[in-house]
């Protein structure tokens, strides 16, 4: 038994393909069910997103369960027509493990690190559980994607820095705050953006929102949302005095908040930190309030500067990640590698068993003053020594190897050993 | 001996300085954790060495230059627990621990001498002034080296450029919090030292004030700190403003403690080899 993996992401295929790989009247269990029918395949898994399309096998033979459920992906007319099959990736063996891995602890999506992944990863795992389309190979190995996933969050920074505009916001007022359940937020204007921030600001508990806005009623309306206050443009300047944070996107032309206005105003707030957050073009906040002492100013261009930076800081603690999947692939790897050993440790004890009932056969019709109590006694003496005597062989077989090449060639020399591929050959031995 | 302590205590510091410089730039819990465990050891083996000498001289040990580094190292060790528990700033540790690990060296540097002995060193006044002057020197070295944290994150912040530090120093707000708390703390210290110093002054030489140097910089140092006070309470001089004015407190008060003890002539000054006495 072995995995392999067939499937496209964001990165080999545009969407067009991607969806069409997949027919759309089918939901994925339906799809799963369809491909758990083909008989080359033993246990799958069938992973569906926006950005990926991906069948998990395991089989007997992963060459042929590949080609069958490729097969099965190009069926679509329009998959063909398109050329589908250029796009698919096909990983066997510890490549498929090591991207199942990535997968699920996000160093294979489009935004580095982003967590959705493993949701979707487990939702496909229970959909598949359900069906009864896992079994103790991919069970394992989807238990241990969930674990690997952990594992990096934990220990690599990943999923830390922010990578949106919003979050990055955030996380800077909380630089500069600390805590921000205290703090009160003014928002000017109402676009989409500066509202997504204001609703982060406000899932991290801020205490107060105010909303300014050109039309009255809309500044009511998003107002009422955050459970705040509406204020009129002509208050702005007056509520300067005791917000926090200042979150700006108007359409004015001109700067709403003025260096003057800011300047006047730090010594009557006691010098309390003010941060503007100008997410408004043209801007809105005048740049020069930001070399006041205690104000700071950030425009888009600056925060979308932060999220680049958030960015490759990721990418750097993807190498890190990349280190502890490659670990977990060749744990995984070696576990896989004991089971192999399985079925000739199962056929070993069949073999042993067939020859000492053989000769208890052969022997018993001799003895025949035996008391049945006597019988038990050699029935258990002969159990005892096969036991004793596949002690060893099986240990041997058991033992972890370091090369997968090593066990292919013990297993092959204990088979030989036990005559476990001919065992006509035996009669022969026993007639002469 | 003593002495031994003293070795033991350094090294100490020093493996509480390696642990926690590793834990800034690896930021496992880990290191701070066995940094801080080695900082107590070592606090506790200083304490031994501090009694220990206390006994064989029989005045409190620090009448010259060595045993002032080595109090003071002492008295910043115990400070950063006390700043430790109250607000868990881990951080702190990876600025504090190495200066205490470089006081001790200091101290360890200078050549080993017979310590005098003089009546007025028997006086309970010196062990009670001493102590909470280096207290309030402790808290304003903390004030200080918060300063210097809060200046490289206001930089980062103000400048958008964001490097080392910024993920690894906490936010403006909390070093802002630790300054008023190191300086609400520090300045009555401070001010209790100098009151028992004029006792201690008058019992002994018989005069609660001789403008001797060290008195004019230590008054000139206390009239520094309550000016910041008085401006962070009133008009708000909070942030940027208060860390720079925590580094300076400390840099005038460094010098009333190191320049005017070995530069100026007073009664104050350190009984240094060869120097006045």
């Known amino acids: 038994m072995n995995v392999a993996l067939v499937g496209m992401n964001h990165k080999t295929a545009p969407v067009e393909l991607r969806e069409c790989i997949v027919p759309p009247e089918e939901g994925p269990t339906q799809v799963l069910a369809r491909i758990s029918e083909i008989h080359t395949v033993g246990e799958a898994l069938f992973l569906s997103t926006c950005n990926r ?7 007997e033979s992963p060459e042929a369960a590949v080609r069958d459920v490729t097969a099965f992906f190009l069926a679509h007319p329009e998959a063909r027509s398109k050329d589908a099959a250029d796009f698919l990736y096909i990983l066997n063996g510890r490549e498929a493990v090591c991207h199942l891995f990535r997968v699920a602890a996000g160093l294979d999506s489009m935004v580095i690190g982003e967590p959705q992944i493993l949701g979707q990863l487990k939702e496909a795992y229970r959909v598949g559980l359900g069906g009864g389309f896992c079994g103790v190979i991919l ?9 690997v996933a952990k594992r990096v969050r934990t220990e690599t920074g990943i999923g830390t820095a922010a990578v949106s505009i919003s979050y990055a916001a955030v996380e800077l007022a909380k630089k500069i705050f600390g805590d921000l359940s205290a703090k009160k937020v003014l928002l000017i204007g109402a676009g989409e953006m500066a509202e997504l921030a204001v609703r982060h600001l406000a899932a991290n508990g801020v205490r107060e929102i105010l909303v300014a806005n050109r039309t009255y ?4 309306e998003l107002a009422k949302q955050f459970h705040g206050a509406a204020v009129s443009m002509q208050e702005i300047e007056e509520r300067l005095k005791e917000v926090d944070m200042v979150i700006s996107s108007t359409g004015a032309p001109g700067y709403v908040v003025s260096h003057k206005q800011v300047h006047g105003l730090m010594r009557r707030r006691k010098n309390r930190p003010l941060f503007f957050i100008d997410i408004a073009v043209p801007r809105d906040i ?5 070399d006041m002492p205690n104000t700071y100013v950030y425009d888009i261009d600056e ?3 932060v999220v680049e930076l958030n960015l490759q800081e990721r990418k750097r603690e993807a190498v890190k990640a990349e280190r502890i999947v490659e670990e977990e692939a060749v744990k995984f790897e070696r576990w896989l590698s004991t089971l192999d050993a399985v079925p000739t440790i199962k056929e070993l ?3 042993a068993e067939e020859i000492r009932r053989a000769e208890i056969r052969k022997t018993m019709p001799r003895l025949a003053s035996l008391t049945p109590e006597q019988i038990r006694d050699i029935e258990a003496m002969s159990h005892a020594m096969v036991k004793k005597l596949l002690h060893h062989p099986v240990a041997f077989l058991k033992e972890p190897r370091r090369h997968e090449e090593n066990r292919q060639r013990d297993l092959i020399f204990v088979r030989r050993l036990f005559n476990l591929d001919d065992p006509d050959q035996d009669t022969l031995i026993d007639a002469s | 001996m003593a002495v031994g302590f003293f070795w033991a205590a350094l090294c100490a510091y020093l493996l509480g300085a390696v642990l926690y410089v590793l834990f800034i730039i690896k930021q496992h819990t880990l290191f701070s954790r066995v940094g801080l465990g080695a900082l107590g050891a070592g606090f506790v083996l200083q304490t031994v060495h501090l009694v220990r000498v206390y006994y064989e001289i029989g005045y409190f040990p620090v009448v010259n230059l060595p045993q002032s580094f080595s109090f003071f190292a002492w008295a910043l060790v115990g400070t950063f627990f006390i700043f430790q528990a109250r607000f868990n700033l881990r951080v702190l540790g990876s600025f504090v621990a190495p200066l205490a690990a470089v006081l001790l060296i200091s101290s360890s540097l200078f050549p080993v001498e017979s310590l005098p002995q003089k009546p007025s060193y028997h006086s309970i006044w010196l062990p009670i002034h001493v102590v909470s002057m280096f207290l309030g020197n402790g808290i304003f070295a903390v004030a200080f080296l918060v300063g210097v944290m809060y200046l490289i994150q206001e930089r980062a912040i103000k400048t958008k450029k964001f490097g080392f530090f910024f993920r690894r120093l906490p ?15 520090g300045f009555p210290l401070l001010s209790l030292g100098m009151i028992t110093g004029a006792i201690y002054a008058q019992v002994s030489l018989g005069a609660y004030w001789r403008w001797d140097p060290m008195e004019v910089w230590s008054l000139i140092t206390w009239l520094l700190y309550a000016a910041f006070l008085h401006q962070r309470l009133t008009v708000g001089w909070q942030g940027r403003r208060a860390a720079i004015m925590a580094i300076i407190g400390f840099t005038i008060l460094l010098f009333t403690f190191l320049g005017v003890g070995t530069l100026l002539t007073g009664y104050h000054s350190y009984a240094l080899p060869g120097g006045p006495s």
């Open chain 1, 303 to 305: 925060l979308q500067g």
């Open chain 1, 139 to 147: 069970n394992r190995l989807l238990h241990k994607a969930f674990s």
């Open chain 1, 217 to 220: 009623e809309r500044a009511m």
């Open chain 1, 286 to 290: 005048d740049p020069r309030i930001n």
């Open chain 2, 171 to 185: 936010s403006l707000d909390r070093l802002d919090a630790l300054n008023y708390g190191c300086l609400v703390s």
């Open chain 1, 349 to 351: 004890f069949e073999r």
């Open chain 1, 53 to 59: 399309v991906e069948a998990l096998l395991a089989a």
